[in-house]
């Protein structure tokens, strides 16, 4: 296996989650395009991790899942928050402070 | 080294697929189920990696708890009128720039890599992981325990109905 196969892959699912977290209107649809970058960046770590022989980048995957853990938890709170003073989750309906 | 590259080719295919129907399906629980399957992919690529026990907590945390989160999000968060159009009108330009970071990250990839190879002799063990974590990472290790703590926190002060 090459490096870069994998590091590819990982740039692909990168952009599929930026597409994503540009087009979407529902709150929780725009959180998983966030989940989908964030498990395209733990894959570039992990195969950094196999070609370097170090497992400090398994260690900060680690990390990086714990806190897309936390992200989730508050980021679906807020969203919650805004369908309740909205009724719906459309991010777009949240503009009050827009110039 | 063959059945590897095919099962990463396998894998990898399914993985965008999966990806893409994520960003543009029309039902948001075929989203959610769609990211389980980039997510165990994700995992079997761990695998392939060698690196088992990251492998297992991502099946854990990922499949096992965010999902779940994510369909109790979808659940609570249903819109009183029915399903709107769930995307905004920047179709065209959001997929160039997606198109173009791709292409630059390629092309960087390939200069910078080449042909670089994966070579793995044995699993990471567990063992090894532990250790480090508790003797060169115990600060960081202590400090994300306090931050998902007060993010726990945080949501429940949120979402509490007062």
């Known amino acids: 296996m090459i490096l870069n196969q994998f590091l590819i892959l990982a740039a692909v699912l990168f952009c599929i989650g930026i597409y994503g977290v540009l087009v979407r209107r529902n709150g929780v649809l725009v959180l998983m395009s966030i989940e989908l970058m964030l498990n395209a960046v733990n894959l570039n770590l992990i195969a950094f991790s196999a070609y370097l022989k170090d497992t400090s980048g398994q260690i900060f995957v680690l990390f990086v899942i714990t806190i897309a853990a936390a992200e989730v938890g508050v980021g679906l709170a807020i969203i919650l928050l805004l369908f309740r003073n909205f009724r719906s989750p459309d991010l777009d309906q949240a503009q009050q402070l827009k110039g | ?162």
């Open chain 2, 1 to 162: 080294m063959v059945a590897q590259n095919v099962a990463f080719w396998i894998i990898a295919i399914a993985m965008v697929l999966s990806a893409i129907g994520v960003v543009r399906t029309s039902n948001v629980v075929h989203a959610a189920l769609y990211l389980v399957i980039v997510l165990a992919g994700a995992a079997a690529q761990y695998i392939l990696l060698a690196a088992e026990f990251v492998a297992w907590v991502q099946v854990l945390i990922y499949i096992g708890a965010v999902v779940i989160l994510f369909l109790f999000g979808i659940m609570l968060t249903r819109s009183p009128m029915g399903d709107l159009d769930l995307d905004n009108s920047q179709r065209m330009p959001a997929f160039v720039a997606s198109l173009a970071l791709v292409g630059t990250l390629t092309a960087l990839l390939v200069d910078a890599f080449g042909n670089s190879k994966v070579v793995i002799d044995s699993p990471t063990k567990t063992s090894v992981l532990s250790s480090d974590i508790f003797r060169l990472y115990i600060v960081p290790f202590e400090a994300v325990s306090i931050l998902l703590l007060a993010a726990l926190v945080g949501a429940i002060v949120l979402a509490r109905r007062d």
